[in-house]
């Protein structure tokens, strides 16, 4: 093994960048010796007080994880403090075939004396839920030596918190659970009740996930009612998403239920004061008064609807994000909403269609919410203006506006320009913007770019286009083409036209969905999956931030760290790469790959085509598609799913 290597596999750096919590397990302990200054006269990190060297490693590790890394490298005494603080966060799994490990692993924590440093320890489960668990008794020992803890995470599901555990966590209050109920199949729908049991009455229960589904309003009721019972007799649960739906990815389709379906809050029964409220999906009863047909059978309320019960009786002064699809509740409670700092009216992929008395409520909402919001995220519908967003234009710090995918169906959704200066300039403290916006013709929408440059403190931006289809059978569809060169040439020139100095852009996200004529004809253009998977996707980001000559690193979604960096050579030295590289590259993405590569053609076989669009019309996976080494008459690229 290389010493640079070594060394930054010690400092807990692998080879990629780390998407998960879990840390490196390494058997090596090092001593900490007291620091001393290697000039005496001059100020230096040893003169500072342990407590304050804590405080600035824990600020490093939250903005800069790198940073903490190269003071690990320092000295014994930066490396100690630079393995507390990387071991805040922790993940154990409860596979049963890496149960020794896991337990190995906490007993080096607990040698090194990094146990108390551990603020969030997370449960997971990477087996099937049929193969079971195990949750080792050492582990209960080592739990009481985590006197720093302050969240638990059990998403073990389907399964249950285990009794001893959860009696534990009664005899430390302020350690906070947050769990999962969850079913899928017969065996997980008898565990679920066993969870509810379980959890109800707890002290230590703050956030809270129901995803279940239901065939049939009993079906919903055995589940629910119990839940209901829950939600009033846990004190401290502050955070609270609600998935209750009809069977999804199914052969058959399911009309709303005539009975009802849902909780059933009534006669003053009330949700305890929540900070977060998430609505995927939820059953929502009715009076038959109201002239609804579904919903009303069996449904325990006085008013004509369901919301308005809960909005009179629940307390919303403490609510801090609210989600939910239509914003039938959000409208209702506005007024009570003196802490909102968050709202999500985002279409999901299993949200209903939103209607004109939908939209007017929303647009009500957002003119009469007596707090100003920090995080705002809504359907661009044609009759939502630039006004109601301004409003809160003194703190919004995070705008996204959404449509239906695909965007190409319509216009609407589709940001247009003089919008864009609206928005720049009623929103100064803007930090996060996600929007969709059309190209220029056969190019891109520079005008669009350069507005987009003129927010003042814009760090981050994701923009969606939609890649022209041919009119005809060819494989000539039209430009603009998104490829790892374009989005890095966009990138640049967004940050070169910033009114900011130095630009305040630091991260530019690029998606493009691409489905032909063929395709939306066929009625399939809506399938969500079937737009991710005919879509290219580029994230560029500045590695330091502080000048105009920062490097660019570009990077596909869609591949590994490896793949992504053979890319950015190819394009950096303008390299046709082989048949044979690409074969041993695309490799591995032909053994995961969800869709299959029906063409006759073999893999590794190089062909021209000029875009995204050519490869569907091949039948063939667009992950390699995003190579654009300069040639006029296209992109060179070679048939891999």
């Not at 969030?120 to 209960?140: A, N, S």
């Not at 705008?399 to 929103?427: A, H, Y």
């Not at 590695?543 to 590994?560: P, Y």
Request: hydrophobic share 35%; glycine share 6%.
């Amino acid at each position: 093994m290389a010493p640079g290597h070594f060394l930054f596999k010690l400092l807990r750096i692998g080879a990629g960048r780390r998407t998960d919590l879990t840390p490196w397990r390494s058997g090596l302990i090092i001593t900490a010796r007291k620091p001393a200054p290697a000039e005496p006269g001059l100020r230096s990190l040893c003169d500072l007080s342990d407590e304050i060297i804590m405080l600035i490693m824990e600020y490093l590790q939250d903005i800069s994880p790198g940073s903490v890394v190269v003071l690990a490298s320092v000295s014994s005494f930066l490396y100690s403090k630079a393995r507390y603080v990387q071991h805040r966060h922790v993940t154990i799994s409860l596979k049963l075939s890496r149960a020794k490990n896991e337990i190995g692993f906490l007993r080096y924590l607990s040698s090194n004396g990094l146990l108390p440093a551990i603020r969030t320890l997370r449960f997971d489960l990477v087996d099937r839920p049929e193969k079971g668990y195990q949750f080792p008794l050492p582990l209960y020992d080592l739990i009481d030596r985590m006197t720093g803890l302050r969240d638990l995470y059990w998403e073990v599901f389907p399964y249950p918190v285990p009794v001893s555990l959860f009696e534990k966590l009664k005899q430390r209050t302020p350690v906070r659970l947050h769990t999962v109920i969850t079913a899928y199949n017969p065996q997980s729908r008898a565990l679920k009740l066993d969870h509810i049991n379980i959890l109800t009455g707890s002290p230590n229960l703050y956030s809270l996930r129901v995803s279940v589904d239901y065939v049939t309003a009993e079906e919903s009721l055995q589940t629910l009612r119990p839940l209901k019972g829950l939600l009033q007799t846990c004190p401290n649960l502050r955070k609270l998403s609600l998935d209750v739906h009809r069977p999804r990815f199914s052969c058959l389709s399911y009309d709303p239920a005539a009975e009802y379906c849902g909780l059933g809050l009534s006669g003053g029964e009330r949700l305890p004061p929540l900070e977060a409220l998430d609505i995927v999906e939820y059953p929502w009863g009715r009076d038959r008064s109201s002239g609804f047909p579904y919903g009303v059978i069996g449904y325990p309320g006085k008013d004509e609807v369901e919301e308005d019960y809960w909005a009179r009786h629940c307390d919303w002064s403490h609510l801090r994000r609210l989600a939910e699809p239509k914003g039938s509740l959000a409208h209702r409670i506005a007024q009570q909403l003196t802490a909102l700092d968050e709202v999500n009216f985002g279409w999901g992929f299993h949200s209903p269609a939103i209607y004109e008395h939908d939209k007017r409520a929303m647009i009500h909402f957002f003119q009469t919410i007596p707090s100003m919001l920090d995080s705002i995220v809504v359907p661009n519908f044609e009759s939502l203006s630039t006004a109601p967003i301004v409003r809160h234009g003194s703190r919004l710090r995070n705008l996204e506006l959404t449509c239906r995918l695909p965007c190409l169906w319509s216009r609407e959704g589709i940001v247009s320009n003089q919008d864009l200066m609206e928005l720049r300039d009623g929103l100064p403290q803007l930090q996060q913007l996600t929007i969709y916006i059309a190209t220029s013709g056969n190019d891109w929408p520079y005008d669009s770019l350069e507005i987009l440059s003129g927010f003042p403190r814009l760090h981050s931006a994701k923009l969606f286009f939609s890649l022209p289809a041919p009119k005809s059978k060819d494989d000539t569809p039209t430009p603009p083409y998104l490829t790892m060169a374009s989005a890095d040439s966009l990138f640049r020139y967004m940050r070169e036209h910033s009114t900011a100095d130095p630009p305040s852009l630091q991260r530019l996200h690029l998606c493009s969905n691409a489905l032909d004529n063929d395709f939306r004809l066929a009625g399939v253009g809506s399938d969500p999956y079937l737009v991710e998977a005919n879509s290219t996707s580029f994230i560029c980001e500045t590695s330091h931030g502080d000048s105009r000559q920062t490097e660019v690193i570009v990077a596909c979604t869609k591949l590994s760290e490896e793949l992504n960096e053979k890319m950015r050579r190819i394009v950096r030295e303008g390299e046709t790469p082989s048949p044979q590289r690409w074969a041993r590259s695309t490799s591995r993405l032909r053994s995961r790959g969800r869709y299959q590569n029906h063409s006759s053609r073999s893999c590794g076989q190089p062909i021209r085509v000029h875009s995204l669009t050519g490869v569907i019309k091949h039948g063939l996976s667009p992950l390699i598609c995003m190579v654009d080494i300069g040639n006029e008459n296209g992109v060179h690229v070679s048939i891999g799913s």
